[in-house]
């Protein structure tokens, strides 16, 4: 029997070791595994399925992803169709999104004064209060406020002057929106209410070199008996605000009445005391 030159290396060691007859039984072993066909790779190869590409060469997705996109497309398209809700309708908010009597004006002049806001807005109706934002290390009005009405109705009415020009600015007027995120300013937040016998009122945003004597001459037409400023306890400076004792209730009324009146440079916040007491 005829035994392939390339088995040779293979066979000639083995045949020293072990003889002839297991030599030729080796190499005929050899000879039947060199002739079986090889399993092909071509039925893996075909078992895998094709990716599809487009015409950039790019794998497209599956046939159940791609009928989700085209879902999630049109679901796009619909609802780019349906019209926008008005702002300040309500809808997904609820109706409290906005301050009824309220509005905020913005992009005034630094220069402008209280009164020409005032004289601005009261075309529109009674003005209940009116709080200018200002910035904190000056005490400058930073051309933003907020106008509280008696009535709705002149809240409304307020928004036709969004646009006006003032000096070299143009005034926006739009409703005050609620926040419920985010906690606001203690400047924009309601006035505490009076407590049974109180006659002590906070006087807030105060100068720096405000003293006792400058708060007596401030509230001259009232019945002082004691102003008790606040101290920093490592600098022992003024914090920018006192509270003041009052003799009687008629006093304090007086005293109430000149909330955000303009002392040393700075609009004061006035408010009844709210006791520590339980």
Known sequence: MCIRN????????????????????????????????????????????????????????????????????????????????????????????????KVVASGMPYSTTEEEIREMFEQCGPIFQLQ???????????????????????????????????????????????DQKRKRKAEFLADPEKAKGCLSAYIGNLSWNVTEDDIIECFNTSKISSVRFAFDKITGKSRGFCHVDFEDDESLEKAIQKNQTEFHGRPMKIAYAVSNRS
């Open 132 to 178: 200018l934002s200002r910035f904190p290390d000056s005490g400058n009005f930073r051309g933003l406020a907020f106008i509280t009405f008696e009535s709705e109705s002149a809240a409304i009415s307020a928004l036709s002057l969004d646009g006006t020009k003032m000096g070299d600015r143009f005034v926006r007027v739009e409703k005050c929106r609620v």
């Open 6 to 101: 390339r088995k040779k290396s293979t066979i000639e060691p083995f045949k020293k070791e072990h003889g002839g007859g297991a030599a030729l039984a080796l190499a005929l072993a050899l000879v039947m595994a060199s002739d079986e066909p090889k399993p092909a790779n071509k039925d893996k190869k075909n078992n895998r399925k094709k990716v599809k590409k487009d015409k950039w060469g790019q794998p497209l997705p599956p046939e159940s992803e791609e009928r989700e996109a085209e879902e999630l497309l049109e679901t796009v398209k619909t609802a780019a169709a349906e019209p926008e809700t008005a702002p300040g309708s309500g809808a997904g908010r609820g109706e409290d999104s906005y301050e009824a009597n």
